[in-house]
């Protein structure tokens, strides 16, 4: 199933994984003039670089993979409507002059691409409740905004519900990888995607963010969606 807003890969079961990627895309929908150089469509204020290629390469029997299909530069799906950043008239620096849309233009994009994303997907955890949801991200080695190295390989965040979290942590710290908890964000504050479709039906979910050195070619998107495929064997089968 593919639109404009978004893609589905594989065939979601009930009680399998569905991994989710708010940001695996930098397109942007025709009509829409964002203002900027294209060269910055291909960096991380765009798109989760690699989150893509990792899902795809996740799918399989029992794990689906749920793409959005917009750049987060045209409207981040992963905000509450009216939270800032949803349409980043600056982003790590750079000033994104077509977001200067108002109340209006600013509707009209949560109607025409936040709130069918939503709607879509959660009719398909309604349809077949995974055991697990996977919220699947990427982040830059370091800001342009800001001199400090982030030295997690890998970050796990949450809200309130910290199930998935708590199990997943210590298995990857076992791999020798250096583990964020809350880091280099927190769930606690940028969670909105999880928030609605998790953490508000009692759904299990883990969300990750991955350094994009480490997913940035092809072996390493590999090496990583076999490491999150095991990682979520291994979550739901403590999760019970």
Same mark, same amino acid.
């Given at each position: 199933?593919?639109?404009?807003?978004?893609r589905?890969?594989g065939?979601?079961? /009930?009680?399998?994984?569905l $991994? !989710?990627?708010?940001? %695996?895309?930098?397109?942007?929908?025709e009509?829409?003039d964002?203002g900027i150089?294209?060269?910055? +469509?291909?960096?991380?204020?765009?798109?989760?670089?690699?989150?893509?290629?990792v899902? /795809?390469? +996740?799918?399989a029997?029992?794990? @689906?993979?749920w793409?959005?299909?917009?750049?987060?530069? $045209?409207?981040?799906l992963?905000?509450?409507?009216?939270?800032?950043?949803?349409?980043?008239?600056?982003?790590d620096?750079?000033a994104?002059?077509?977001n200067? =849309?108002?109340?209006?233009?600013?509707?009209?994009?949560?109607a025409?691409?936040f709130?069918?994303y939503? *709607? *879509?997907l959660?009719?398909l955890?309604?349809?077949?409740?995974?055991?697990l949801i $996977? @919220?699947?991200?990427?982040f830059?080695?370091?800001l342009?905004?800001?001199?400090?190295?982030?030295?997690?390989? =890998?970050?796990?965040?949450?809200?309130?519900?910290?199930? *998935?979290?708590? !199990?997943?942590?210590?298995?990857?710290? #076992?791999?020798g990888?250096?583990?964020g908890?809350?880091?280099?964000?927190?769930?606690?504050?940028?969670?909105?995607?999880m928030?609605?479709h998790a953490?508000?039906?009692?759904? #299990?979910?883990? @969300?990750?963010e991955?350094?994009?050195?480490?997913?940035?070619? %092809?072996?390493?998107?590999?090496?990583w *969606?076999?490491? +999150?495929?095991?990682?979520?064997?291994?979550?739901?089968?403590?999760?019970?």
């Amino acid at each position: 199933m593919t639109t404009e807003v978004y893609r589905l890969l594989g065939t979601p079961v /009930e009680g399998g994984v569905l $991994v !989710i990627a708010d940001h %695996a895309s930098n397109h942007v929908p025709e009509g829409i003039d964002l203002g900027i150089p294209e060269e910055l +469509m291909n960096q991380h204020i765009a798109i989760d670089i690699g989150v893509a290629a990792v899902a /795809e390469r +996740m799918v399989a029997a029992g794990t @689906s993979a749920w793409l959005a299909g917009i750049s987060r530069l $045209v409207c981040d799906l992963n905000r509450d409507i009216g939270m800032p950043g949803m349409f980043p008239v600056v982003s790590d620096g750079y000033a994104i002059p077509g977001n200067m =849309i108002g109340d209006e233009g600013r509707a009209a994009r949560v109607a025409e691409y936040f709130d069918p994303y939503h *709607a *879509a997907l959660e009719s398909l955890l309604d349809r077949a409740p995974p055991a697990l949801i $996977v @919220s699947l991200h990427s982040f830059t080695p370091g800001l342009a905004t800001c001199d400090k190295p982030r030295p997690w390989e =890998i970050g796990i965040l949450y809200n309130e519900d910290d199930r *998935a979290a708590r !199990i997943a942590i210590p298995m990857l710290e #076992a791999e020798g990888l250096t583990v964020g908890d809350q880091e280099p964000y927190s769930g606690r504050i940028l969670n909105s995607s999880m928030n609605r479709h998790a953490e508000a039906h009692g759904r #299990a979910y883990l @969300s990750i963010e991955i350094r994009q050195d480490q997913i940035a070619d %092809a072996a390493g998107q590999a090496l990583w *969606a076999d490491r +999150m495929t095991r990682l979520c064997r291994g979550v739901v089968a403590q999760l019970g």
